[in-house]
């Protein structure tokens, strides 16, 4: 990355960490305090570490950074959606995506070179934070240390995994041969590192796990409130991103041992430890989308506020819903609303899609009201059941992985008999009810990728295949100007 802009890049994330949602070391902060803060003067690098209020204001500052609307605040899912066949463009805009939409996307897209350089600003203020809380660890509890020690991580590896999904071939094509993304580990405040190779992709993939498996230990068990268990990182946080992860190596025995520790053995699926945070099903999936978005199934969320919401032309529900209606959802075949498993009466059809003039349907999961401040929900309990569900039809037992996919199915349609299917049946029915149940989140692009199944592109006229130089998003040309080592 072109480190040439941060020079003071340790009192920028001081900046940053002051005007987003506080965190308090009593983690007593009320919602309206949790959710919208008033900017403080700048800090400079020599007491930024000085007390723990400013210690936790920088621990903001990471989840403000991360969630920022150019990156995993609302450009970054909406583009893994609507690169396949679930969306059609209305707008024929550029700037809100039309070029990922048809494949011509290229190096000198400035709205995809934005993901990646937020992704390693975000990355790299993380770096700078670790350094500086190592330095300064006796100015808090060994408890809130090692707490924010494990958010840092969680964070880093969590954008790293996101990068690297849409930036480096998958991994099941070769095992992690194929080049991935530059590994910056430490801060940098110059541009005297600029240069730096690409590791492999298996190599990106072992960072991401030893952050969250160090995450793991690190994070508390639960937090004080919901909106705390939602918005911050807990220890289930962590194990809910390694199922996400070890699906995407294909490594399936490792889904089934990070997914047991979460979802019990049998129906009804909860959380089967008893001091960390309870996470099951709703009742109704549409309350896991309207206010307060915290509910228990609700893993990990950003948060927005009047104060930070994602920004012009970032948000989900200016491109879904009817804010703007950029996209709207393909009503035939291959798209998902003409698939049976998706039927009329489902309530994630009947509540969260709707109709639009007439004769389109959008996606209501996300307000269509402007200033668009919906939680943008990044891990649910529902995708861990269906993460475990893919590794038991492959790898386990394909009796728990019928019963958890008909625990996801059946709070919102009628139940299914998946247990009279096919080995190979079983699977697709898993594939196909992801995309209904983690529509509009994120998922779809990123779902094809991990297996190597071609995107059956509907902007772009037909399928892309993984040999396809646009399988994957070119580095954008803001890193290769910079970075003479790729």
Not at 450 to 462: E, L, Q, S, T, W
Request: aromatic share 10%.
């Amino acid at each position: 990355m072109n480190f040439r802009n941060i020079k003071n890049a340790r009192i920028n994330l001081i900046k940053i960490a002051l005007i987003t949602i506080p965190l308090v070391a009593s983690v007593s902060s009320c919602k309206k305090d949790f959710l919208e803060a008033v900017p403080e003067l700048s800090l400079s690098d020599a007491n930024a570490f000085d007390t723990p209020e400013r210690i936790a204001a920088q621990v903001n500052g990471l989840y403000f950074t991360a969630k920022a609307g150019s990156f995993l605040g609302g450009r970054y899912q909406v583009y893994n959606d609507i690169r396949a066949e679930e969306f059609i463009n209305r707008t024929s805009n550029n700037v809100t995506g039309y070029n990922v939409f048809q494949g011509t996307q290229n190096a000198s897209d400035t709205y995809i070179g934005n993901m990646w350089i937020q992704g390693y600003l975000t990355i790299n203020r993380i770096n700078l934070f670790l350094e500086g809380l190592e330095a300064n660890s006796s100015k808090i509890s060994p408890a809130l240390y090692a707490n924010y020690k494990g958010e840092a991580k969680f964070l880093r590896g969590l954008c790293y995994f996101s990068l690297v999904q849409i930036f480096a071939k998958p991994y099941s094509l070769d095992a992690g041969a194929s080049k991935g993304l530059p590994l910056r580990l430490t801060p940098e405040t110059g541009t005297a590192n600029n240069g730096m190779p690409r590791s492999t992709v298996a190599q990106v993939y072992t960072q991401i796990l030893k952050d969250l498996n160090e995450s793991e230990t690190e994070l508390p068990e639960t937090y004080a409130t919901p909106l705390l268990r939602t918005t911050r990182a807990h220890k289930n946080t962590a194990i809910a991103l390694k199922t996400r992860v070890l699906l995407a190596k294909g490594d399936y025995a490792g889904v089934i041992t990070e997914g047991n520790k979460l979802v019990s053995a049998a129906a009804p699926f909860t959380t089967p430890v008893a001091t960390n945070a309870q996470h099951a099903l709703q009742a109704n999936v549409v309350n896991v989308f309207r206010a307060p978005y915290t509910t228990s199934e609700s893993i990990l969320s950003f948060p927005m506020a009047d104060t930070n919401a994602p920004g012009t032309q970032n948000q989900i529900g200016s491109y879904f819903n009817f804010g703007n209606v950029e996209f709207y959802m393909n009503r035939a075949a291959p798209g998902i609303l003409a698939n049976a498993q998706f039927s009329a009466t489902d309530v994630r059809r009947t509540g969260l899609t709707g109709p639009y003039q007439t004769n389109m349907t959008v996606s209501t999961k996300f307000s269509g009201v402007s200033p668009y401040i919906d939680f943008v929900p990044v891990i649910r309990y529902a995708e861990v059941l269906l993460n475990l569900a893919e590794a038991e039809a492959v790898a386990g037992s394909p009796v728990r992985a019928a019963a958890l996919l008909g625990a996801v199915h059946s709070r919102s349609d009628v139940a299914v008999n998946f247990g009279a299917l096919t080995p190979g049946a079983l699977l697709t029915a898993i594939l196909t009810e992801r995309r209904i149940e983690l529509l509009a989140e994120g998922f779809r692009a990123n779902d094809l990728l991990r297996r190597g199944d071609p995107i059956p592109a509907v902007g772009a006229g037909g399928s892309i295949a993984s040999s396809d130089p646009r399988y994957v998003f070119p580095i954008p040309l803001s890193e290769t100007n910079s970075n003479p080592d790729l």
